[in-house]
């Protein structure tokens, strides 16, 4: 079923708790999203970096006190995002110069990694509603789906290719599509 990423807002969150982590807890989702995401294995030094940048970047989704999900963002300043666009950022190991600070509107946004099987789905909805917020609601996503089942989930959240040549796929926020530049804030 097609949706827009921006509405699921909407939906209600009803057996998942939504929370960004702790630097603590890093290790504990790297294990868990590396079993869909087997490249997360080397990941986490870079994980704990841009999670000590801004607290707001990796969130758990949580069932009955059970780690069900993660959802980890890059959030991206004005010099990230044109490295994004230009093919430049290394979002493998982001340099923290390309990342917002705390506090500070974000200029585009990331989706570094995303699990979330049945019930856990839920807390995507949560991180649509947090996205909403004044710091990141003009800020469009981005994302390069691994596997097909997650280009099906984006394409049917409203992501498409940047570019027709192009694995980097935009979601243009609903209030940005006046404007219609992948490149808009």
Request: proline share 6%; charged share 25%.
């Amino acid at each position: 079923m097609k949706r827009e990423f921006d509405e699921l807002c909407r939906l209600p969150v009803r057996r998942v708790l939504v929370s960004a982590v702790p630097v603590s807890e890093i290790p504990e989702l790297v294990r868990m999203a590396a079993t869909e995401i087997p490249s997360l294995t080397a990941a986490e030094a870079a994980v704990v970096r841009v999670q000590e940048k801004h607290p707001e970047s990796v969130w758990a989704f949580r069932r009955d006190g059970k780690l069900v999900g993660v959802y980890s963002m890059l959030l991206l300043n004005s010099i990230g995002h044109e490295r994004l666009i230009d093919g430049q950022l290394d979002c493998s190991n982001p340099s923290l110069e390309c990342l917002s600070e705390p506090g500070q509107p974000v200029t585009a946004i990331y989706k570094w990694a995303v699990v979330a099987r049945g019930a856990a789905a839920e807390g995507i909805y949560a991180m649509s509603r947090h996205l909403q917020n004044q710091l990141y609601a003009n800020a469009n996503l981005y994302a390069r789906a691994i596997g097909d089942a997650a280009q099906r989930l984006d394409f049917n959240l409203g992501f498409r290719p940047l570019r027709p040549d192009s694995d980097l796929l935009v979601y243009i926020r609903m209030r940005n599509r006046a404007r219609r530049s992948p490149l808009a804030a």
